[in-house]
């Protein structure tokens, strides 16, 4: 594998699913563009440990920038950084700063660079040669270092004592009911020109039954939909906007710890019972049936489309080679019911759960499914008392060596997050990758699409090919 397919697989991909939906010729300026989003956001603090990081992200990337932004076909584009360079180590990294103000007027510094970088990432050494000039010394390499900050947590901006973020963005926060509500209004002194919308209002765990039942979006720009959402408007003639499969449903065994060495879950479970129930599930059957085609089986952490060595790693069903494996493991080792705790609030997660359940007790495995809350967040994922989670994990980057960084990073495998990151090549980020499979531990299950339903009035609106949003150049249709 060379590095040229590497990148031009990547680049085909996304070229085809980051297009702008009725793409107009004569933008407006004005009027209010409502959104409705699945999830509840507590907090908009990029840092912020969220149980929906994406859905957060897609408010908070409206306030807060990063240095650099990644363009539809994954290349790294200047942003709040108008240019930079690296030494021949990719560990030190020099950022130019471009003119830009905060919301509240004052001048964007490389000092406030640093302050809000130091907090996303303090293995990092930081340095200003003037006001506008930072530089930035990792201790491994990171040969991707502009994509990596193009993480929204990495955005730049400033903490007021009394808690108040501070961001550069095109819109400024105004009303904001964590949970509910977040109400944005166009920065008039924004440095890249002023947004086309007056403002954008997030309605956040929208109900939908009435604009579904009437086939029409009014009074919202646009909504997100769940996959089990979606046959309620595929059948008609609505502009409905489909990711590549990105998110990662995957099954996840804890760790034991000492806090948990007493209770039922958490146990070291024999590697060749993970193995056999990796054979047991039926990804195919999960991702046709229970997620409506709307999603591919998954043998790694990263989409073929991405890297296109996903074919590479096994990951089919073999009933016979698990009924092997389970029955390998002496009684006395074998477990009692292994339990496998899922987000509660989701029923696609609730239905994959059931479904992985039906197809381990075909290999003669018990499995017993549970709802749990907050699950994705890794605060409340260190108190769940089960084997095994199901985790939906969003793809932070279209950049591969980031993604897989990222996901190794929400997973706890820090070593493997690091060396994702210096991985030059498609088979050293290949091999990074197995070693984080090789012992079953975690088992990815379905890489599945995100959707958003557009009303006909909302024109440029770009969704990159893992579901991100780019609405810098939204207009509506009518506004005054």
């Known amino acids: 594998m060379r590095r040229l397919r590497f990148r031009s697989l990547a680049v085909s991909s996304l070229a085809l699913v980051a297009v702008a939906a009725q793409a107009g010729s004569r933008p407006r300026y004005g009027g209010v563009a409502r959104i409705a989003l699945q999830h509840k956001v507590m907090s908009l603090d990029p840092l912020a ?45 020099q950022f130019r700063l471009r003119l ?12 406030d660079v640093i302050a809000s970088l130091s907090k996303a990432n303090g293995a990092w050494k930081y340095s200003a040669a003037d006001r506008e000039t930072v530089t930035i010394e990792s201790p491994v390499p990171v040969v991707h270092m502009p994509e990596l900050l193009a993480l929204e947590k990495f955005a730049i901006l400033k903490r007021s004592q009394d808690g108040t973020l501070i961001g550069t963005g095109p819109y400024k926060l105004g009303e904001w009911q964590p949970g509910d509500h ?9 440095w890249g020109g002023r947004a086309f919308p007056d ?16 086939r029409q979006l009014d009074p919202f720009a646009a909504a997100e939909l769940s996959i089990d959402q979606l046959h309620m408007v595929e059948q008609s003639n609505q502009s409905v906007l489909l990711s590549q499969p990105s998110d990662l449903l995957v099954l996840v065994f804890l760790q034991p710890d000492s806090s948990s060495a007493a209770r039922a879950g958490r146990r070291n479970l024999d590697p060749a019972l993970r193995q056999a ?12 049936a229970i997620l409506q085609r709307k999603a591919r089986p998954a043998s790694a952490l990263l989409p073929q489309w991405l890297t296109g060595f996903e074919f590479l790693i096994p990951g089919g069903t073999d009933l016979e080679r698990a009924r092997q494996l389970r029955n390998s493991i002496a009684a006395q080792a074998m477990p009692p019911p292994i339990t496998l705790a899922y987000d509660f609030s989701d029923p696609v997660a609730k239905s994959t759960a059931e479904r ?21 967040t890794r605060g ?48 050293d980020l290949f091999e990074v990758e197995r070693r984080m499979l090789a012992d079953f531990r975690i088992i990815p299950v379905a890489h599945l699409s995100q959707a958003v339903w557009l009303s006909y009035a909302v024109h440029n609106w770009i969704q990159d090919a893992a579901g991100g949003w780019n609405l810098d150049q939204l207009w509506l249709e009518g506004a005054h």
């Open 49 to 93: 440990d969220e149980e929906y990081p994406a859905t957060r992200d897609r408010i908070s990337s409206l306030l807060f920038e990063t240095l650099a932004v990644l363009d539809s076909r994954g290349v790294a584009r200047p942003r709040l950084a108008s240019w930079w360079s690296a030494d021949a180590t990719k560990r030190r990294w």
């Open 100 to 111: 830009a103000n905060f919301q509240d007027g004052t001048a964007l510094t490389a000092s």
């Open 182 to 190: 977040a109400s944005l209004s166009a920065n008039d002194d924004y």
């Open 199 to 214: 403002a954008v209002e997030f309605q956040m765990n929208a109900s939908l039954k009435e604009q579904f039942l009437a």
């Open 277 to 288: 129930l990796s054979l047991a599930v039926n990804r195919t059957a999960i991702s046709n």
């Open 356 to 376: 992985i359940a039906v197809d381990a007790r075909e290999a003669g495995i018990t499995l017993q499914p549970y709802g749990e809350s907050h699950v994705n």
């Open 380 to 427: 409340a994922r260190a108190s769940v008392n089960a084997d095994v989670v199901l985790l939906r994990l969003p793809l932070a980057s279209v950049e591969p060596t980031v993604a897989l960084a990222q996901r190794a990073e929400v997973l706890g495998l820090f070593p493997e997050s690091s060396a994702a990151l210096a991985a030059a090549r498609p088979e």
